[in-house]
């Protein structure tokens, strides 16, 4: 139990443009799930709270006009990255809230 | 001052051998502290997880948690080399993680 998916596990997109990706929780419901963005040979840095029914909470520095956050069920959110630029290249994973944080696979997104 | 501070390595040891991570944190106030090992290019996996003073054991893995201190290990018997990732400290603060830098760990055959 308590896994959760991400879509698509990498996305390669052209400068400008923008990618969505989802994260779901596919056996239970979670009422907040996290998103974190990761750069090489760094650590997870959480980027926002998400939470069903309620806007995002977004850490200090990112950018929330730029990294739309929607939590329309209670097993889906989404992260649109818009107007992506390289660099915003960077492995995103998400995770949900059931008593400990479960992690998706994450996405590995490439703008050129 | 990081809140979370991990030494990035690497962390070499042969095959066998007990591999030692240690992490500090700033907040005196976290009550729940993680270890999650991550493999290059997959996202982390939770490993353990310690409330309470004291060691914890699971397996091969231990987890030593001071508050006094504000000092979590992780130790790791008997190193095998599917055990060389990165292994990232958490902890939790307001119900969010915050992530250490993680230490690279390399067992040698």
């Known amino acids: 139990g308590a896994v959760v998916s991400q879509h698509p596990s990498w996305v390669i997109c052209k400068s400008g443009t923008s990618v969505k990706i989802e994260c779901r929780s596919l056996?239970?419901?979670?009422?907040?799930m996290f998103w974190y963005r990761q750069f090489p040979k760094q650590s997870l840095m959480l980027m926002a709270t998400s939470n069903e029914g309620s806007k995002a909470t977004y850490e200090q520095g990112v950018e929330k006009d730029k990294f739309l956050i929607n939590h329309a069920s209670l097993t889906l959110s989404t992260l649109t990255v818009t107007s992506a630029h390289p660099e915003d290249s960077s492995f995103y994973i998400c995770?949900?809230?059931?008593?400990?944080?479960?992690f998706g696979p994450g996405t590995r997104l490439t703008v050129t | 001052q990081k809140e979370v501070e991990q030494n990035s390595g690497p962390l070499s040891v042969p095959e066998g051998a007990i591999a030692s991570l240690n992490c500090t944190y700033s907040?005196?106030?976290?009550?729940?502290f993680f270890w999650y090992r991550q493999y290059s290019g997959k996202s982390p996996e939770l490993i353990m997880f310690i409330y309470s003073n004291g060691d914890k054991e699971d397996g091969r893995f231990t987890a030593q948690l001071n508050k006094a201190s504000q000092y979590v290990s992780l130790l790791i018997r008997d190193s095998q080399p599917s055990d060389s990732a990165t292994y990232l400290c958490a902890v939790n603060n307001r119900g969010k993680l915050i992530f250490g830098q993680g230490t690279e760990l390399s067992v040698k055959p």
């Open positions: 907040d005196r106030g976290s009550q729940s």
């Open positions: 995770s949900a809230d059931r008593y400990e944080q479960y």
């Open positions: 056996d239970f419901q979670a009422t907040t």
